[in-house]
Structures are given as structure tokens and as C-alpha cells.
């Protein structure tokens, strides 16, 4: 009974943390939009944590550049079990107008395993909210995986481990890249 | 048999009346009425009244993470301390004529017990070793020290009031503080006691660290100050503490000003045969105070929440050493010279 309380609180009380992984400003804008009377995501149980170790939900805007990228990754890990990765706006999808560009290491799901995206540039707040909704539900449903049914603890997903294998190559590139550059000049 | 019967008894006071039961379910209802208060304030629907508990029973389900650059006892063990202190201040603050452990502590003890969740948050945000923790627990030393003063005042003030009415010099004791006003009528409705009642409402969000004195905990600057590292079960001990303190302020303002409603109340069930009369004076008074703690969070914590933004540490040093002490003291005055 007690495990079925946790589960069902999951859905409602998600808290969100907000990473701007070089963001125009536009959706970040939206995310306050969502907060306002006329949209209230606070009535769903919604609250901006200050600090990932405190949220449930990681919403990524941006078309992750290269300088954001290790520091994304760091921040999610930090994030912990059971979470969701939610990515708002195009940019962290598919590059938006800066696909192609020499600064921009994306799309997130490069690296991590995105679980819900919300396309948009920027979205509107009812789709935010929307989105928002379907990634409460993804939240219940991992915490219930995280638990089988007689009460052992299930292996912990692959999410850590891709963050462990791709956190320092992507470290790594930036330097070899940085002096292909300079040897060109 | 009498010690068996005694050992139940406490043990009951302790798990459910005035202990961890009541506290649990009163203290987050109560964060919950004010929590749905700021969002109706600000024309927003607002999150359902039971959104702390399931808060809190979130957080228990989740993993928890213990830096690597921690003091992995300490860090664990301070919210279990603060909670513990929490509700044993609880147990020693009188609802009107109830009271579970008679005059084993006074006004002095409360004083302390006050102390110990601050401390013990101080204590697992310096262990967890995180520069944000680091900021937030040298602002809320501050806010401890600023808000300290004030408080000891205005219990000075009503405890000379009290000992003048009782003969006594200065009572200090919370059983003989309500005694006195159930039978003299509320301390609220003297002149003289109404500044230390305004200090002891701007005292009551300073002490639970809500708005806009929350320099200790900004979320937006300093990523929730001390408790940045905290996840899992025990943020929520620490969610639990904090609903816990708003019950007792309020309670503690119920006990020192309006205690002569406990004795309305006993007129009023006096009619009743003996045996009834006692259980329902309880429940009625569990009742009254609960709905007075709904209308103090709502004057003093959702309203001042609703309307301001958060103060600068040194503003609010100044503010409490200044205004705050400032109308304590007149009533310390005033009850020297026994008015």
C-alpha cells in the first residue's frame, strides 16, 4: 500500500529543473509563460526547483552547443532516480536553424535517452503543459519499473552509463577539433 | 499497573496527539492551506490542498544522493535531529487547557528547542560540502540571530505581564501562562501586549523562512541555499520540519496570546455531565486550534508571501533589530511598569 502511495504521489508532485543549453531565450520565456495565472502549471502539482538534486523532471531548451554540452550532461546525472528528460522546442530535437553550425553539439538524444519531446519554436504554453503532463505519467511508470513486483530493487536504467561513456569523449573532441582549427588558420 | 498505564499514556502523546501523528497531518495540511492561500492571492487555481503530502511521499520514493564530498553521518542524521527537536517542542507547548507534559519545561526550554532545527540545518548543510549550502547557512545564522532577540523580548514581556497578574514577579512557566489568561482572559486584549503580539506575527515568517524572508533558502540565486544537496527522503524530512514549525509558531502564539479562549471553552461544555465534558473540551480545543493556526499562516505567512519580495540578508537584520525589537520592547516597558 505504501508502495502504491509513493507511485501514485509520483505523478503528482513533479518538480521541474530547468537547463538553458544555449537557448535564443525564447522558450525559457514560455516556461515562465506556463507559470503564470492564466496557464497555472503550480495547479498539476509543478514547482521550478532550484536545484537538480531536487527535481523530477529535466527540461532542456536549446540546441545544445559545445561549450553546454559536458555541463548538461553533469547536470542530469545529478538529477536523481526516477527522472525524466523532457526537451522543449525544436532546438534540442533537431538543431533548428543552427543544425550544422561548428558550435553546436546536438540533438540531446545524442547522448541521453530524451523521453518526451515538445516541438515548437517556441511552443505554446498549452503545449508545454501538454507535454508536461505526458512526462508525469512516464515519471509513475519508471518508479513503478524501479520496483518488480516482489520488492527488489530493478538494475539501475542505462541513462548513467551512457552519460558515463559520452561525458568525457565529448570533452575530448572539443580540444582535438579546437587545434584542427588552429592549424588550419 | 499505574506505570504501565503511564508509559502508554506518554507514548501515546508522543506518537499521536501532540507528537509525530498530529504534527504530520496538521503541519502539511497546513502548508497546503497556505500554499493554495499564495496561489488564490494571486489569482491562480493553485495546487490541491494534499500537495505536500504528496510532495512528501515523492520525495520518499526517490533515490538519494550523498556527495561524494559529504559527511555522509552527519548529512543523514541532522534532519532526524530537527525533526525530532520539532516535535518535542510540540509536546511541550500547551493547546489551552491540555497539556502534555505539565511543567517539565517552560517558556526557557522552548526557547532552545527553537534553536535545534535551525542548528541541524545549519549542521547538514555545512557537511554536505556544497559552496551554494555554504552561502545559505551563513544567511540563516543571521536570520537565527536576528529573529532571536526580538522573540526572547516579547516572551520577557508576556512573562512579566503574567507574573504581575499571578504575583509571582516573572512566570516563565507556558502551563501558568495560559492558567492565568483562561482565567483573566486573553493577554491580546491588553494594550500594552498588543506590540509584542505584532512582533510576534513578523516573527512567525522570519522563524519558518517564508517570504520575504528567505534569504537563506533563495532558490533563485542560490539554488535552494542549504538544502542544494539534498534529494530522496531526507529533503523530505527536512519538507516535514518546516510544516512542522509553522504548527508550532502559531501554536506557540495561541499559547502566549489567546489562551483565554481555552477558558470560553470550558464555560461552554461546563453545562455537560463531568465525564463527557473533558473529551469534548479537547476535541473542541484541537478544533479552535487548528482553525486559529489556519488564519495566523494566513495573515502572517501567505499574505506577507502574496505581497513582497524577498529582503536582502542585512535588510532583514536591520528590520528585525530595528521595527520588530523595537515594538517588543515597548511592551517589555509597559509590563515593567505594570500596565
Given at each position: 500500500?505504501?508502495?502504491?502511495?509513493?507511485?501514485?504521489?509520483?505523478?503528482?508532485?513533479?518538480?521541474?529543473?530547468?537547463?538553458?543549453?544555449?537557448?535564443?531565450?525564447?522558450?525559457?520565456?514560455?516556461?515562465?509563460?506556463?507559470?503564470?495565472?492564466?496557464?497555472?502549471?503550480?495547479?498539476?502539482?509543478?514547482?521550478?526547483?532550484?536545484?537538480?538534486?531536487?527535481?523530477?523532471?529535466?527540461?532542456?531548451?536549446?540546441?545544445?552547443?559545445?561549450?553546454?554540452?559536458?555541463?548538461?550532461?553533469?547536470?542530469?546525472?545529478?538529477?536523481?532516480?526516477?527522472?525524466?528528460?523532457?526537451?522543449?522546442?525544436?532546438?534540442?530535437?533537431?538543431?533548428n536553424v543552427f543544425r550544422g553550425s561548428y558550435s553546436v553539439a546536438g540533438p540531446l538524444s545524442k547522448y541521453v535517452d530524451v523521453d518526451v519531446d515538445i516541438a515548437g519554436c517556441a511552443p505554446k504554453p498549452e503545449a508545454?503543459?501538454?507535454?508536461?503532463?505526458?512526462?508525469?505519467?512516464?515519471?509513475?511508470?519508471?518508479r513503478a519499473a524501479m520496483y518488480k513486483k516482489d520488492g527488489k530493487k530493478a538494475p539501475a536504467e542505462p541513462v548513467q552509463e551512457v552519460i558515463a561513456e559520452e561525458a568525457p569523449a565529448a570533452q575530448a573532441e572539443v580540444?582535438?577539433?579546437?587545434?584542427?582549427?588552429?592549424?588550419?588558420? | 499497573?499505574?506505570?504501565?498505564?503511564?508509559?502508554?499514556?506518554?507514548?501515546?502523546?508522543?506518537?499521536?496527539?501532540?507528537?509525530?501523528?498530529?504534527?504530520?497531518?496538521?503541519?502539511?495540511?497546513?502548508?497546503?492551506?497556505?500554499?493554495?492561500?499564495?496561489?488564490?492571492?494571486?489569482?491562480?487555481?493553485?495546487?490541491?490542498?494534499?500537495?505536500?503530502?504528496?510532495?512528501?511521499?515523492?520525495?520518499?520514493?526517490?533515490?538519494?544522493?550523498?556527495?561524494?564530498?559529504?559527511?555522509?553521518?552527519?548529512?543523514?542524521?541532522?534532519?532526524?535531529?530537527?525533526?525530532?527537536?520539532?516535535?518535542?517542542?510540540?509536546?511541550?507547548?500547551?493547546?489551552?487547557?491540555?497539556?502534555?507534559?505539565?511543567?517539565?519545561?517552560?517558556?526557557?526550554?522552548?526557547?532552545?528547542?527553537?534553536?535545534?532545527?535551525?542548528?541541524?540545518?545549519?549542521?547538514?548543510?555545512?557537511?554536505?560540502?556544497?559552496?551554494?549550502?555554504?552561502?545559505?547557512?551563513?544567511?540563516?545564522?543571521?536570520?537565527?540571530?536576528a529573529v532571536e532577540l526580538p522573540l526572547v523580548l516579547v516572551l520577557l514581556a508576556v512573562a512579566k505581564t503574567v507574573g504581575n497578574a499571578l504575583g509571582t514577579g516573572l512566570c516563565f512557566s507556558l502551563t501558568d501562562i495560559?492558567?492565568?489568561?483562561?482565567?483573566?482572559?486573553?493577554?491580546?486584549?491588553?494594550?500594552?501586549?498588543?506590540?509584542?503580539?505584532?512582533?510576534?506575527?513578523?516573527?512567525?515568517?522570519?522563524?519558518?523562512?517564508?517570504?520575504?524572508?528567505?534569504?537563506?533558502?533563495?532558490?533563485?540565486?542560490?539554488?535552494?541555499?542549504?538544502?542544494?544537496?539534498?534529494?530522496?527522503?531526507?529533503?523530505?524530512?527536512?519538507?516535514?520540519?518546516?510544516?512542522?514549525?509553522?504548527?508550532?509558531?502559531?501554536?506557540?502564539?495561541?499559547?502566549?496570546?489567546?489562551?483565554?479562549?481555552?477558558?470560553?471553552?470550558?464555560?461552554?461544555?461546563?453545562?455537560?455531565?463531568?465525564?463527557?465534558?473533558?473529551?469534548?473540551?479537547?476535541?473542541?480545543?484541537?478544533?479552535?486550534?487548528?482553525?486559529?493556526?489556519?488564519?495566523?499562516?494566513?495573515?502572517?505567512?501567505?499574505?506577507?508571501?502574496?505581497?513582497?519580495?524577498?529582503?536582502?540578508?542585512?535588510?532583514?537584520?536591520?528590520?528585525?533589530?530595528?521595527?520588530?525589537?523595537?515594538?517588543?520592547?515597548?511592551?517589555?516597558?509597559?509590563?515593567?511598569?505594570?500596565?
Amino acid at each position: 500500500m505504501f508502495k502504491q502511495l509513493i507511485t501514485e504521489s509520483m505523478s503528482k508532485s513533479p518538480w521541474l529543473f530547468h537547463i538553458n543549453a544555449g537557448s535564443c531565450n525564447g522558450c525559457d520565456i514560455e516556461i515562465v509563460a506556463v507559470l503564470t495565472p492564466r496557464y497555472d502549471a503550480e495547479r498539476l502539482g509543478f514547482k521550478l526547483a532550484g536545484s537538480p538534486r531536487q527535481a523530477d523532471i529535466v527540461l532542456v531548451t536549446g540546441p545544445v552547443t559545445k561549450q553546454s554540452l559536458p555541463r548538461v550532461l553533469r547536470a542530469i546525472s545529478q538529477v536523481p532516480e526516477p527522472r525524466v528528460i523532457v526537451t522543449m522546442g525544436s532546438c534540442p530535437q533537431s538543431g533548428n536553424v543552427f543544425r550544422g553550425s561548428y558550435s553546436v553539439a546536438g540533438p540531446l538524444s545524442k547522448y541521453v535517452d530524451v523521453d518526451v519531446d515538445i516541438a515548437g519554436c517556441a511552443p505554446k504554453p498549452e503545449a508545454v503543459i501538454d507535454g508536461l503532463a505526458k512526462a508525469m505519467g512516464i515519471l509513475a511508470e519508471k518508479r513503478a519499473a524501479m520496483y518488480k513486483k516482489d520488492g527488489k530493487k530493478a538494475p539501475a536504467e542505462p541513462v548513467q552509463e551512457v552519460i558515463a561513456e559520452e561525458a568525457p569523449a565529448a570533452q575530448a573532441e572539443v580540444p582535438v577539433e579546437a587545434a584542427q582549427e588552429g592549424g588550419e588558420q | 499497573m499505574t506505570i504501565i498505564t503511564d508509559a502508554l499514556t506518554y507514548l501515546a502523546y508522543i506518537l499521536i496527539f501532540p507528537g509525530f501523528l498530529f504534527c504530520f497531518l496538521s503541519g502539511m495540511l497546513l502548508c497546503g492551506i497556505d500554499r493554495k492561500l499564495v496561489a488564490r492571492m494571486q489569482k491562480r487555481v493553485g495546487p490541491p490542498v494534499l500537495q505536500p503530502f504528496y510532495d512528501f511521499f515523492k520525495l520518499l520514493g526517490k533515490e538519494t544522493i550523498v556527495p561524494a564530498a559529504a559527511n555522509k553521518t552527519v548529512f543523514l542524521m541532522a534532519p532526524l535531529v530537527g525533526l525530532a527537536a520539532q516535535v518535542v517542542l510540540q509536546l511541550f507547548i500547551p493547546v489551552f487547557s491540555f497539556h502534555a507534559f505539565r511543567g517539565v519545561a517552560d517558556v526557557i526550554v522552548v526557547l532552545y528547542l527553537l534553536l535545534i532545527p535551525a542548528l541541524s540545518v545549519i549542521l547538514g548543510a555545512a557537511s554536505s560540502g556544497s559552496p551554494y549550502a555554504g552561502v545559505g547557512l551563513s544567511r540563516e545564522m543571521v536570520t537565527v540571530l536576528a529573529v532571536e532577540l526580538p522573540l526572547v523580548l516579547v516572551l520577557l514581556a508576556v512573562a512579566k505581564t503574567v507574573g504581575n497578574a499571578l504575583g509571582t514577579g516573572l512566570c516563565f512557566s507556558l502551563t501558568d501562562i495560559v492558567r492565568c489568561q483562561m482565567e483573566n482572559g486573553s493577554l491580546i486584549t491588553r494594550l500594552s501586549m498588543i506590540p509584542a503580539a505584532v512582533a510576534m506575527l513578523l516573527i512567525i515568517p522570519g522563524e519558518t523562512g517564508s517570504h520575504p524572508f528567505d534569504a537563506a533558502e533563495a532558490e533563485t540565486e542560490i539554488c535552494e541555499g542549504m538544502l542544494a544537496e539534498y534529494s530522496g527522503a531526507p529533503l523530505a524530512v527536512y519538507k516535514l520540519s518546516h510544516a512542522v514549525k509553522l504548527l508550532t509558531m502559531t501554536t506557540l502564539f495561541t499559547a502566549l496570546f489567546l489562551g483565554g479562549i481555552g477558558g470560553g471553552v470550558q464555560q461552554l461544555v461546563s453545562g455537560l455531565a463531568p465525564s463527557l465534558a473533558g473529551g469534548i473540551a479537547i476535541v473542541l480545543e484541537i478544533i479552535i486550534l487548528f482553525l486559529l493556526s489556519v488564519v495566523l499562516v494566513a495573515v502572517t505567512v501567505s499574505f506577507t508571501h502574496a505581497v513582497t519580495a524577498r529582503l536582502r540578508i542585512e535588510q532583514l537584520f536591520k528590520f528585525y533589530w530595528t521595527v520588530v525589537t523595537g515594538l517588543a520592547a515597548i511592551s517589555v516597558v509597559l509590563a515593567w511598569y505594570g500596565l
